[in-house]
């Protein structure tokens, strides 16, 4: 893993999902086979595969602090192209210390991650007066989440994770995006997890070197994602959740 510390120019960013965007990291250690952040290469300069380096803005909270104070007050996306909880947080803190300064100013929210460590930062989420955590969780089987998510904390972590929030009254998702095979059983061990679960399928620009390094290039088809929706959001209304889906 190349890991170093970079200047960023802003931090605060307009995004298409949320009103903001915040991203702390360049590049994710997990390194998801599929995921749509690997178009950041084409702006960074980094020819390392995906999933083997990581830049840290370590000037991150003192430009938010500078910025928070110029732009109207919006709902926070953290983050939209890295996991801001992967490994790296563990040394740099980054992500704790933007949330100390959202939470000052009492911005609303967004968290996507995919791995337990957002319950480090507990002591901060529970001050937010408006809040949400995104769990992505993409299969029920730990053998499958190896293949597309090889180095992701385990699907059981994630589940344990959610559901502590949850505990806690905090508003949480499920991101099963994109649905892999056996996503269908999530529907059973999401049950008081979760407030909600948001469904999309693989993008194949992405992903099109792990179906023919996998032999999934006959089975991961527009067939099999239609398929599996139907099942899983069949799965999901039985078990009483509401759901959104992306395609």
Request: hydrophobic share 35%.
């Amino acid at each position: 893993m190349i890991i170093k510390k970079i200047n960023a120019k802003t931090i605060l960013s307009k995004s298409k999902v949320r009103d903001y965007t915040i991203n702390a990291y360049v590049g994710c250690e997990h390194g998801c086979t599929y995921c749509y952040a690997r178009f950041m290469k084409r702006y960074t300069g980094h020819r390392e595969p995906w999933g083997e380096f990581v830049d840290a803005k370590i000037n991150s909270p003192e430009l938010l602090e500078h910025e928070i104070k110029s732009k109207p007050t919006g709902n926070v996306w953290i983050s939209g192209v890295c996991d801001p909880y992967q490994p790296i947080e563990s040394k740099y803190m980054l992500t704790r210390k933007v949330l100390e300064i959202l939470r000052k100013h009492q911005w609303p929210i967004t968290i996507q991650t995919k791995s337990p460590l957002v319950l480090r930062d507990i002591d901060l989420l529970e001050g937010f007066k408006e809040l949400e955590v995104i769990m992505t969780v993409t299969t029920s089987d730990d053998t499958v989440r190896k293949i597309f998510e090889p180095n992701a904390p385990p699907i059981e972590e994630r589940l344990e994770a959610i559901e502590k929030l949850c505990l806690l009254g905090i508003r949480t998702y499920a991101m099963i995006a994109p649905i892999l095979p056996k996503a269908e059983s999530l529907a059973t061990k999401l049950t008081d997890k979760v407030d909600y679960v948001i469904i999309d399928k693989m993008n194949y620009h992405y992903a099109d070197w792990v179906y023919k390094k996998h032999n999934l290039q006959n089975g991961m088809s527009d067939e099999f994602f239609d398929r599996h929706k139907a099942d899983l959001v069949d799965s999901l209304n039985k078990n009483g959740f509401s759901c959104q889906i992306l395609f």
